[in-house]
């Protein structure tokens, strides 16, 4: 079974620019999350989707970052315009049920955004 | 405000021997800690977990520490391997809901 796949893997952009991060979860699951961890920092939540719909995006820094998840499958994570202070490594993270027992989320490998 | 913090930023330890990581935490409604582990490149990994009706949960050479009065948690590698250097991160959610909250990571090196 495939895991949680990111796209594309290592994004460098001028600031100004426009990137598009997708996630496709592993099937089935109908909890999709972003985080960011920026600098060596902690893993930032970002945002949770349940199919298509957010349940969570509290973590947004703010409204430069647009995520969306049509049709409850992939999701696309769009910043617009880029600043220097977005790059990072954005992770995007799929589970079944929160309320599951082992809690846990399964993680891609990561879309690296430098800002130049 | 960082609830869930891991002030090691790194830690040394012989092939063999013991490595013990920390966590802590501030926010009471968690009850429910995650440990992941991630290599250079990749995804963080699900390592072991531990609920807050419990104090210990073993999972062969690892074992997950809670100590909710002092809210704080640790995991003990033992014994640690070369192929355990790894960051790893200390995790914390309500189980109702579905978004973890992490610490920085703590930089674990296992020397041979």
């Known amino acids: 079974e495939a895991g949680v796949t990111q796209f594309p893997s290592h994004s460098v952009i001028e600031k100004g620019q426009t990137v598009t991060l997708r996630c496709d979860p592993i099937?089935?699951?109908?909890?999709l999350y972003w985080y960011r961890r920026v600098m060596g920092k902690e893993i930032k939540f970002l945002l949770h989707?349940?199919?298509?719909?957010?349940?969570?995006e509290s973590g947004m820094p703010n409204n430069r970052f647009l995520a969306e998840r049509t049709g409850g499958t992939y999701s696309t994570l769009k910043v617009q315009p880029a600043e220097l202070e977005d790059s990072g490594v954005y992770f995007c993270?799929?589970?079944?049920?929160?309320?599951?027992?082992?809690?846990?989320?399964?993680f891609g490998e990561g879309s690296r955004l430098t800002v130049l | 405000d960082q609830q869930v913090k891991q002030n090691s930023p790194s830690l040394s330890v012989q092939e063999g021997r013991i490595s013990i990581l920390n966590c802590d935490y501030t926010?009471?409604?968690?009850?429910?800690f995650l440990w992941y582990k991630k290599y250079p490149a990749e995804g963080p990994t699900f390592l072991i977990s531990i609920s807050s009706i419990k104090d210990k949960n073993e999972d062969g050479r690892f074992t997950v520490f809670l100590n909710k009065s002092a809210k704080h948690l640790s995991l003990h590698i033992v014994p640690s391997q070369p192929g355990d250097s790894a960051v790893y991160f200390c995790a914390a959610k309500i189980l109702s809901y579905g978004k973890l909250t992490f610490g920085q990571g703590t930089i674990l090196t296992v020397h041979p």
């Open positions: 099937s089935g699951h109908d909890n």
């Open positions: 993270a799929s589970s079944q049920k929160p309320g599951t027992n082992t809690g846990e989320l399964f």
């Open positions: 989707f349940v199919k298509e719909s957010k349940q969570d």
């Open positions: 926010n009471s409604m968690f009850d429910y």
